[in-house]
């Protein structure tokens, strides 16, 4: 395939070792980066078996495009959607969505998780309490230099929920290809490898339900075992600690015999 990789776009210290990768695997691929104000990119190539990587912006843009696999944006990744294939197993079952700038119904909760429901850039999801919720959409709709929030954009409201650790699962035609752990809490000690017990749920995640041909799964150890924490398109999702050749190599066999 064909890769096209935007200029790094997000603060990933691993974001350059796609370049590695796809030079010592002697693929072709070209660096694009967006005019200024504008969503306009300068294409060199012609050709269409391409795969994109970059931002959310250009995960979202070249969705429509008639590239193959181009991006996978959009579509299932949203957890209104997968949700239903995977229920009780994500770690926001049972939560709603609502609209940025809709009241908020507080009875009898100190505190909610509140994140985008689509967009995950648009604002960090954290727990907020009541005043601390009001005083972040007050500001954000306040904002003249916020372009990324409005009163329509959708969140995910739901209970918060304790976790120990959280990792990332790279998935390729229903085969995990790497992972890597991204946060731990509680002062749990720092481990190289996700263990047996998180890449097990996630693989039977995959039999469960199959977002697209190419997808990131984020689960998260909880009091009550593995759960989802939200499914990324691979497009746009950082490598973490996870296997950037295995990720490439992954996609090249699998639309070479698709």
């Given at each position: 395939?064909y ?6 776009v ?5 974001y350059?070792?796609?370049f ?8 072709d ?77 507080w ?18 999801g ?57 946060r ?24 469960l ?9 984020d ?40």
């Amino acid at each position: 395939m064909y890769y096209i990789i935007q200029k790094n776009v997000f603060k990933d210290p691993r974001y350059d070792v796609i370049f590695e990768v796809l030079e010592e695997l002697g693929l072709d691929y070209e660096c694009v980066e967006f005019k200024q104000n504008s969503n306009q990119l300068e294409i060199q190539t012609d050709r269409k078996d391409i795969f994109v990587y970059g931002s959310v912006k250009l995960a979202k843009i070249t969705a429509d495009f008639d590239w193959l696999p181009g991006s996978f944006y959009g579509n299932n990744h949203e957890f209104e959607k997968y949700s239903k294939g995977y229920g009780i197993n994500t770690i926001n079952y049972g939560s709603y969505i609502s609209l940025f700038s809709d009241r908020i119904d507080w009875s009898n909760k100190k505190e909610l998780f509140i994140k985008p429901s689509i967009d995950a850039k648009v604002f960090t999801g954290k727990i907020f309490n009541e005043p601390e919720w009001n005083d972040f959409v007050y500001n954000s709709l306040n904002d003249n230099q916020n372009h990324r929030i409005n009163k329509n954009t959708s969140i995910q409201i739901s209970e918060p929920y304790l976790l120990i650790k959280e990792a990332r699962i790279w998935v390729v035609g229903k085969k995990i290809v790497t992972s890597s752990y991204y946060r731990f809490h509680g002062g749990i000690e720092f481990e190289e490898n996700v263990e047996e017990s998180g890449i097990k749920f996630a693989h039977n995640m995959t039999e469960l339900y199959n977002v697209a041909d190419a997808y990131v799964m984020d689960i998260a150890l909880t009091y009550d075992g593995w759960k989802i924490m939200e499914i990324n398109c691979i497009n746009s999702a950082g490598f973490y600690r996870g296997n950037v050749m295995k990720i490439i190599k992954a996609l090249e066999n699998f639309y070479i015999n698709s």
